[in-house]
């Protein structure tokens, strides 16, 4: 068989492996030595291709497509320093467990270790942050190669979502020409290969002997809480609600929980607890006997304080899969066993204690409270807290909030009140960085839902070019920019008393004039000033097709006073009615 055919037959062998087993994106930077790859991406019937020309922008992108369809996304990149530019979001999608399938071309092997030019050792580029790792034999036309090119692609698709999901990788060594023939007889037929793989993932559960050690554990403990931390579970918000009710405990739940938003909206659903968690004499108020959290650690600092002050009180962690992410340090109990099923069947278990019904409702009293105080109105000028209350009035049910981290995550975790308009919230929580935040915004787009991206001018600065995706493929997406010309969440920190290095180091300010960013990517411009303004721009955006994007400008310093009063009101009412 001729090098063409060979070629040929093996890449439309694997894709099509792929397609077999549900990958339905791609997403392919331009490259001659990726050519047989993004070829038949682009010519497979079942597989839609994304053109993303910035490599770290294609990853980021391929990541938020990821986190929305919960599917694994495919990357196709050439050779290079391209397969290094998707290193920061493999990263992302190791710690946030996305699922991703990583396929890097390559120079054949005698290339390697020579000179030849956009040759660099990409064997195992990325270290442990995949999940799986493998070097693609060279191309090759028998029967027993192309079964071989079917296998990988399957095992693929399956340890990518498996788990915890994340990233695998397969790089591939292709020898010249890289041309394709698509004419060649019997193509795409599965009659003499198919992948040998088969595979079926049931949830882990516990068994009853199980459940009864960790209800003894609870046995004499009156005080408990649930603490749903950052999770993409959809279906966990009614069954964890569920059980709240069956044991009469409150729930803390995080913005990126999936829980504060839906029909299962509860009182005992506390999203206030950031604003008052902050003073140490209302945490000596509210020493638990137990929790029991779901997810990842919450955003909120007040609350990683807050644990950190009770090392000795019984903590029981939910993983659905594996994983030890308690950053504490405490003594924890790790369940291993899918969440949802697990809460649902602890609800038709009752502890055997007298709970303290005060406890309960001091956690609702204080929650009354930090909710009066974060909705009432304190100042003139807008404040980067009213940006996201004009968000949670505007934003319509069935949409997806994408948030940017530092300052703008953590307004949405203090002003994301309870709502029972159904809302997906998504975020790279996972290694916390500000780059690729556009991109992933724009792949969560792309699924075909309506997306707010929410996110600060530093964040936005370090991806204005995963805006061209956006552009390109006529994304209908919001993207609301809280400028306050710089990077806002350091003033919060004591790097603000410097006064000497301060703005240089940490302030950063940008002194760009974004509206010429969003006309270049041909979007529409405005600018609000009032929370009113802001409210109203968002709803004229969610009835326009296109990229959308709404500006507010605020000031660092006055920001950190008026949070700074806020957080003060709210804490001498609690210790006022707490006497």
Not at 45 to 61: C, H, L, N, V
Not at 63 to 84: D, H, M, W
Not at 455 to 472: E, I
Request: charged fraction near 20%; charge should be neutral.
């Amino acid at each position: 068989m001729k090098h063409t055919e060979a070629l040929t037959r093996y890449t439309t062998s694997f894709v099509d492996e792929l397609a077999a087993n549900g990958l339905t994106d791609t997403v392919i930077s331009p490259g001659s030595r990726s050519t047989p790859l993004a070829m038949t991406f682009a010519e497979h019937s079942k597989i839609k291709e994304w053109i993303i020309i910035d490599e770290r922008s294609a990853a980021f992108f391929a990541l938020g497509l990821a986190k929305k369809t919960k599917r694994p996304v495919a990357l196709v990149c050439t050779s290079g320093t391209a397969a290094a530019n998707y290193f920061p979001a493999i990263v992302e999608a190791h710690y946030s467990r996305v699922p991703l399938i990583v396929l890097t071309a390559d120079r054949p092997h005698e290339l390697r270790d020579v000179g030849a030019p956009q040759a660099i050792d990409q064997i195992k580029l990325y270290g442990n942050y995949v999940k799986w790792f493998h070097e693609m034999a060279l191309p090759e036309g028998d029967l027993s190669i192309l079964q071989y090119a079917r296998n990988k692609a399957a095992n693929a698709f399956w340890l990518a979502k498996e788990g915890n999901p994340g990233a695998v990788h397969l790089n591939f060594p292709f020898r010249e020409p890289l041309m394709v023939d698509f004419q060649l007889p019997d193509l795409w037929s599965r009659d003499n290969t198919s992948s040998s793989l088969s595979a079926y993932e049931g949830k882990k559960q516990l068994s009853g002997e199980q459940m009864d050690q960790i209800i003894k554990k609870l046995t004499n403990k009156q005080k408990g809480l649930i603490v749903c931390g950052p999770q993409p579970d959809l279906t966990l918000p009614k069954a964890v609600v569920k059980l709240a009710h069956k044991w009469g405990i409150p729930i803390l739940a995080d913005p990126l929980s999936q829980v504060r938003s839906g029909e299962h909206i509860s009182d005992l659903i506390i999203e206030g607890y950031d604003a008052f968690l902050r003073n140490e004499t209302i945490r000596n108020q509210l020493k638990p006997d137990f929790i029991i959290r779901i997810g990842a650690m919450p955003v909120s600092k007040a609350y990683l304080f807050y644990v950190k002050q009770y090392p000795d009180t019984l903590q029981i962690v939910i993983e659905s899969n594996q994983g030890f992410r308690e950053p504490t340090g405490n003594k924890t109990e790790f369940l291993f066993a899918d969440a949802t099923a697990c809460c649902k069947a602890l609800s038709t278990i009752s502890i055997v204690n007298e709970l303290d019904e005060e406890w309960l409702k001091r956690w609702q009293q204080y929650n009354t409270i930090a909710r009066k105080y974060l909705y009432k109105k304190t100042s003139n000028e807008i404040m980067e807290g009213e940006v996201i209350r004009a968000l949670l009035a505007a934003v319509p049910s069935r949409s997806t909030i994408f948030i940017g981290n530092s300052m703008a995550v953590r307004d949405l975790d203090t002003f994301f009140l309870s709502t029972k308009k159904q809302i997906e919230v998504l975020a790279n929580r996972g290694a916390n960085g500000i780059d690729g935040v556009v991109s992933s915004g724009i792949g969560a787009a792309a699924e075909g839902g309506r997306v707010t991206l929410v996110l600060g001018d530093l964040s936005f600065f370090h991806d204005m070019n995963g805006l061209h995706a956006a552009m390109h493929y006529q994304l209908s997406l919001t993207i609301l920019l809280i400028n306050n010309n710089g990077g806002g969440i350091f003033s919060f920190l004591s790097q603000a008393n410097d006064s000497k290095h301060f703005e240089a180091l940490f302030g950063t300010p940008l002194n760009i004039d974004f509206q010429h960013v969003v006309s270049m990517y041909g979007g529409y411009y405005s600018l609000a000033n009032t929370e009113d303004e802001v409210k109203q721009e968002l709803l004229n955006s969610y009835n326009r097709k296109g990229l959308t994007f709404i500006e507010v400008k605020t000031d660092r310093k006055t920001n950190v006073i008026w949070h700074q009063k806020k957080w003060q009101m709210i804490e001498q009412e609690i210790l006022r009615e707490s006497r």
